[in-house]
């Protein structure tokens, strides 16, 4: 047996392991895809959150291999979505002894009806991993409470803000604005559904807001008439920018990492009576991601698909230049 390991701080190792011990409310999953995100980078760069060796993999979906006695949701050789929360066994991948980056993993607490979820008839494996970051990015549009003819700009066009873009455009908000400094993120953003893209390095963002979107009144000058921002980039600077820019009575949700403290000018809140959200995890409704999913195909934001063995390359393209969609790494037939 094989699994990603952190060990430290920039350690992270391809270990083996015991084969896994199931018991009666668990399950075994023969991982066939797994993304990496943004967030296993992180925890790569801090040596993990548990102070102990950790277990990386959290985006995932295979075929059930065993049932202990007491699953009655999912049978052996089903296809299924692995949530890596509301289990009994802790989050998968992000501080339990397991993780999605495996071939073979031992679901914790599957018996509890809320860790596997049977991917819809025709859907890749390898599609269906998309599903829990889509439920991240469908989570920071709940949380900004967006409705239809509201306008929106979403900061950062990785897989999140990507995510992001395509509930808003698949719930009818068809006036929605990227913004990334990758050329091939704002493309994956124009195809699934933005209306303008948009590069901070070639010209003035908060102009050309105001210029697609019209301007709002304040007593201090006209600002961007934008109702809703969503801050997937992770860049400190953004989140003071919209407090500056942004309109009165608007709205954001953040749900980009930032793990340093943040310098927020709360005049500018309590003025425009703006409204800041954090966004963690997903929806109520899990399975809410994973029928967007089955609606639309998003399997044009994977741009890079690595074995286990190359989990390295992979990582090393979302620490370098960033210009990907989503880094998908399999495990056996994916299809």
């Known amino acids: 047996m094989k699994q990603i390991i952190v060990h430290g701080p920039n350690d992270w190792r391809l270990d083996d392991i015991p084969d896994p011990a199931p018991g009666p409310r668990d399950a075994l999953v023969r991982i066939a895809a797994c993304g990496i995100c943004g967030t296993d980078l992180s925890f790569v760069h801090m040596g993990g959150i548990t102070g102990k060796p950790?277990?990386?993999?959290?985006?995932?979906?295979?075929?059930?291999?065993?049932?202990?006695?007491?699953?009655?949701?999912?049978?052996?050789?089903?296809?299924?979505?692995?949530?890596?929360?509301?289990?009994?066994?802790?989050?998968?991948?992000?501080?339990?002894?397991?993780?999605?980056?495996?071939?073979?993993?031992?679901?914790?607490?599957?018996a509890s009806g809320r860790r596997l979820f049977r991917v819809p008839e025709g859907m890749s494996l390898r599609t269906a991993a998309l599903t829990e970051p889509l439920a991240v990015g469908m989570q920071a549009v709940n949380q900004a409470d967006v409705q239809v003819g509201d306008k929106v700009a979403v900061f950062g066009c990785g897989?999140?803000?990507?995510?992001?873009?395509?509930?808003?455009?698949?719930?009818?908000?068809?006036?929605?604005?990227?913004?990334?400094?990758?050329?091939?993120?704002?493309?994956?953003?124009?195809?699934?559904?933005?209306?303008?893209?948009?590069?901070?390095?070639?010209?003035?963002?908060?102009?050309?807001?105001?210029?697609?979107?019209?301007?709002?009144?304040?007593?201090?000058?006209?600002?961007?008439?934008?109702?809703?921002?969503?801050?997937?980039?992770?860049?400190?600077?953004?989140?003071?920018?919209?407090?500056?820019?942004?309109?009165?009575?608007?709205?954001?949700?953040?749900?980009?990492?930032?793990?340093?403290?943040?310098?927020?000018?709360?005049?500018n809140l309590l003025m425009k009576q703006f409204t800041i959200r954090g966004s963690f995890e997903y929806p109520e409704r899990f399975e809410d991601a994973?029928?967007?999913?089955?609606?639309?195909?998003?399997?044009?934001?994977?741009?890079?698909?690595?074995?286990?063995?190359?989990?390295?390359a992979g990582l090393a393209v979302l620490d370098g230049s960033k210009d990907c969609g989503k880094v998908m790494i399999t495990m056996g037939d994916a299809g």
């Open 159 to 267: 897989p999140i803000g990507l995510m992001s873009i395509a509930t808003l455009t698949d719930r009818g908000i068809d006036d929605v604005v990227a913004i990334d400094l990758s050329r091939t993120r704002l493309e994956l953003a124009k195809q699934v559904g933005a209306a303008h893209a948009l590069d901070p390095s070639e010209l003035d963002v908060w102009a050309e807001l105001k210029r697609l979107h019209g301007e709002a009144p304040f007593m201090f000058g006209p600002t961007a008439a934008t109702d809703v921002f969503i801050e997937a980039s992770g860049a400190d600077r953004v989140i003071g920018d919209i407090l500056q820019h942004g309109r009165f009575g608007g709205r954001m949700s953040i749900v980009a990492l930032h793990y340093r403290p943040v310098p927020t000018n709360f005049v």
């Open 54 to 110: 950790m277990a990386l993999g959290h985006e995932m979906a295979g075929v059930v291999e065993w049932i202990g006695a007491d699953v009655t949701d999912a049978g052996v050789g089903d296809r299924v979505i692995v949530c890596p929360s509301g289990g009994e066994g802790g989050p998968l991948g992000s501080g339990a002894a397991e993780g999605g980056l495996t071939p073979l993993l031992l679901v914790r607490g599957a």
């Open 290 to 312: 994973i029928e967007l999913l089955a609606r639309r195909d998003l399997s044009a934001l994977i741009t890079h698909t690595l074995p286990l063995e190359e989990f390295g």
